[in-house]
Structures are given as structure tokens and as C-alpha cells.
């Protein structure tokens, strides 16, 4: 379950991999809301959108109790130079910042705005365009998107340009030492 030196344990893999799905979706739901007339399903949207954001939430905490408490990180590994493994902690920590302002506007949108009523009671829907954590919501997800472009580009030069282990120790057929 926990980390080795040279590859991510299975706790650290399955949390990454099933919060990027997660995230994924909210990507998709949180855009296909955003620019969605119809109330109807902007609330369908707003159905999975939210619940799924929970269970990112839920994760989040897990992965930060999980690595505070419990594992370490394996080594960089030494296939490029310094600087790139050091730009790489800088954008694995601009995701955690995104993903915590994201969360943050979120559930403050909800809030103010009483949305849980309207998505799974009988109120109607509330207009957020005038929140003010709305606009950081939408700004912090067009950012959380290019910077998951990046981490991912990023990954797969690893994998192809550099041929390292980069990619393969986050994966689930990794060897263990
Ligand atoms: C990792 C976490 C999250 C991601 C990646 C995410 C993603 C998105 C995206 C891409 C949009 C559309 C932005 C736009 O059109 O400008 C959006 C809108 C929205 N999100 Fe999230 N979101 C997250 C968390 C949350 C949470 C925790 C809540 C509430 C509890 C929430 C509630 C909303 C609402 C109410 C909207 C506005 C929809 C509309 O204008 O029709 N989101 N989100």
C-alpha cells in the first residue's frame, strides 16, 4: 500500500488516478452548466457536479492525511536536470492550490446561494453569475486546466522523449523495490 524509493504504493496511485477521473467530470459537468441555458439540465449537471465534487473533497483529505501521515514520496529520479524536477513539485503544488481554491469558491457558491435546496429539494435553481466566488470558480478552472495539460504533457515526455520510469511508477504494473 505505501510508497517504495522507486515507485508510488497502491493507496497513492488509486487516490491520483480516481481524483483525475473525478475531475474530468467535474471539468465536463461544471462547463456543460456553465453554458447551459436550460434550468433543467444546468440542475442535472449541477446533480453530479456537486456530489462528485464532494467525493474530490473527501479524497483531497485522504491524499493529505495519507502523505502527512503515513507514506513518503519516492525520489526524483535523475533522468533530467534539477530544475525540471523542481518545476515539477511547483506545478504538483499550483494543482493543490487550484484544486483548494476550486473546492473552496465552490462550497461558498453553494452556500450563499442555497443551491442545495434547488438540486435536491423544490427550489428553483440560483443565478451565480453575480457571485463573487463564481468568477473565481470559472477563472481557477480554465487555469486547473491548462496547468493539468501541462502535468500531463509533461508525463507522457517522460514516457516517449526521456523513456524514464516517470509515468510507469504512477501506474499499477510498476515494480516494487
Ligand atoms: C475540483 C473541484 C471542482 C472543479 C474542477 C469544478 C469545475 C467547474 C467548472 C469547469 C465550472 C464551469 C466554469 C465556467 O463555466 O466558467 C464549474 C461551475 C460550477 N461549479 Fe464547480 N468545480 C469544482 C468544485 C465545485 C464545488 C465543491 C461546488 C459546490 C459545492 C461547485 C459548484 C459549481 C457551480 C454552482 C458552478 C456554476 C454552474 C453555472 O454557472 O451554471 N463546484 N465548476
Known amino acids: 500500500m505505501k510508497s517504495t524509493n522507486l515507485a508510488y504504493g497502491s493507496t497513492a ?34 446533480q453530479v457536479h456537486v456530489p462528485v465534487a464532494s467525493l474530490v473533497l473527501i479524497l483531497t483529505i485522504v491524499r493529505l492525511v495519507w502523505w502527512w501521515k503515513f507514506d513518503r514520496k519516492p525520489a526524483p529520479l535523475d533522468t533530467v536536470p534539477d530544475w525540471q524536477n523542481k518545476a515539477a513539485k511547483l506545478v504538483h503544488k499550483l494543482l493543490y492550490l487550484l484544486l483548494f481554491v476550486l473546492l473552496g469558491s465552490g462550497i461558498t457558491m453553494s452556500i450563499i446561494s442555497g443551491l ?15 457571485l463573487p466566488p463564481r468568477t473565481a470558480h470559472g477563472l481557477a478552472a480554465r487555469l486547473a486546466i491548462a496547468v493539468v495539460l501541462f502535468h500531463a504533457v509533461a508525463a507522457l515526455h517522460h514516457h516517449f522523449i526521456v523513456k524514464d520510469n516517470t509515468l510507469k511508477r504512477m501506474w499499477f504494473s510498476a515494480k516494487k523495490q
Not at 20 to 33: D, E, H, P
Open 116 to 130: 442545495p435546496f434547488a438540486l435536491f429539494g423544490d427550489a428553483t435553481l440560483p443565478i451565480f453569475d453575480d
Open 13 to 46: 496511485k488509486t487516490i491520483h488516478w480516481i481524483s483525475a477521473l473525478l475531475i474530468f467530470i467535474l471539468f465536463g459537468t461544471g462547463f456543460f452548466s456553465g453554458s447551459n441555458d436550460s434550468q433543467a439540465l444546468k440542475t442535472l449537471a449541477l
